[in-house]
C-alpha cells in the first residue's frame, strides 16, 4: 500500500474521534436533593460539634453565664487528663466495655450462625415456630426484664462479673443474628453447595468456602449491630455490677456529673472517645460488605 493512501485514512480518524463536551449546569432538582442531603448530614453532626467544643473549653469558662459557643482557650489537654483519673478510671472502663462487648460479640455469632443455616437449608416441623419465637424474643427490652435478670445472675453467682453482662448482651443480640442471617443463607443458591461437594469438600468445606464468604454482608451487618448494641448497654451493667473495676464506660461516663463536683469538659471528651471503637469497626468492616457480595462465587 503507498504512503499517499495511508495518509487520508489517519486524517479520517481523527476527525471521526468524538469530542469531549462539557458537563452542562446541574438541575435544580439535583441542587435541591444536594442541599438538602447537607442540611441533613449538618444537623447530625451538630451535637458532635458542641460536644467536641464542649470538652475543648477551660473549666471556669464552662460556669459563665451565658456561656459561649466557642472556647477562648482550646483546652486539647482535656483529653489526656481523662486517663489519669482515678475516679472513674476511664482506661479502666474502655477496656472492660471493649472485653465484653468483644466477647458478646463473638458469643451470639458462635450461636446464631449455625442456627441460622440449619433453619435456612432444613424444613422440619416447628420450623415456622421457633422462628416467630426468635422474633418474638427480640421485642422485650432487657428494662422490662430487669429483675429476673438480677434473681437469675444472682442464683448463677455471676453478679458483678464480666460473664454476666456478655451472656445477657448475646443473649438480647442473638435474634436479630439468627434472623438476619437465616435471611442471607436462605438467599443463597443451594447449586452452590452441591458443586462444592462434587468437588470433594464436605458440608463444613461449603459452608466455610462457599455460603460464609458469599453472606459475609450478613455476618458484618450482624457484628456491627451486636457490638454496638453492647457497647452502648447502660442499664443492665448499672444493675448487675457494682466494684469499680467491673465498669463499663457507658457507666462511668455519668461519674463525671454528680452531686460533689461538675466536669463536664471531661464528660465530653470521654463521650467522644467512647464513638472512636465504633468508628473504628465500621471503618475495618466496610470493605466486606462489598467483597462479601462475590467472593465465593468464582472458583479459583
Request: glycine share 6%.
Amino acid at each position: 500500500m503507498s504512503r499517499t493512501a495511508v495518509i487520508p485514512r489517519k486524517a479520517a480518524h481523527r476527525k471521526a474521534a468524538p469530542r469531549r463536551t462539557r458537563p452542562g449546569p446541574m438541575k435544580l432538582r439535583t441542587v435541591l436533593l444536594t442541599a438538602v442531603g447537607w442540611l441533613v448530614a449538618l444537623a447530625f453532626l451538630a451535637p458532635y460539634a458542641h460536644m467536641l467544643l464542649t470538652a475543648l473549653k477551660p473549666t471556669p469558662e464552662l460556669m459563665k453565664s451565658p456561656p459561649s459557643y466557642l472556647p477562648s482557650q482550646w483546652e486539647w489537654s482535656n483529653f489526656t487528663h481523662i486517663w489519669s483519673l482515678t475516679d472513674p478510671r476511664v482506661a479502666d472502663a474502655l477496656m472492660f466495655s471493649l472485653y465484653v462487648a468483644g466477647a458478646s460479640t463473638l458469643l451470639a455469632l458462635a450461636v446464631g450462625m449455625p442456627a441460622a443455616y440449619y433453619t435456612a437449608r432444613h424444613r422440619f416441623r416447628g420450623r415456622g415456630a421457633f422462628l416467630l419465637l426468635v422474633l418474638v424474643t427480640q421485642m422485650f427490652a432487657p428494662t422490662a426484664l430487669l429483675v429476673g435478670i438480677y434473681r437469675e445472675m444472682v442464683s448463677l453467682d455471676l453478679t458483678d462479673t464480666a460473664e454476666g453482662l456478655i451472656l445477657v448482651n448475646a443473649a438480647f443480640n442473638l435474634p436479630f443474628c439468627v434472623w438476619i442471617l437465616n435471611a442471607y443463607f436462605a438467599s443463597i443458591p443451594r447449586e452452590l453447595e452441591e458443586a462444592a461437594w462434587l468437588d470433594g469438600t464436605g458440608r463444613l468445606g461449603s459452608l466455610t468456602r462457599v455460603v460464609l464468604p458469599l453472606a459475609m454482608p450478613g455476618v458484618v451487618t450482624a457484628l456491627v449491630y451486636t457490638f454496638i448494641s453492647a457497647w452502648n448497654e447502660y442499664v443492665v451493667a448499672l444493675t448487675v455490677t457494682s466494684s469499680g473495676d467491673r465498669m463499663t464506660l457507658t457507666k462511668a461516663i455519668p461519674g463525671f456529673v454528680t452531686s460533689y463536683h461538675e466536669q463536664w469538659q471531661y464528660l465530653f471528651a470521654t463521650s467522644l472517645v467512647a464513638i472512636v471503637p465504633v468508628v473504628v469497626l465500621f471503618v475495618f468492616v466496610e470493605r466486606h460488605l462489598v467483597a462479601g457480595l462475590t467472593a465465593g462465587g468464582v472458583r479459583g
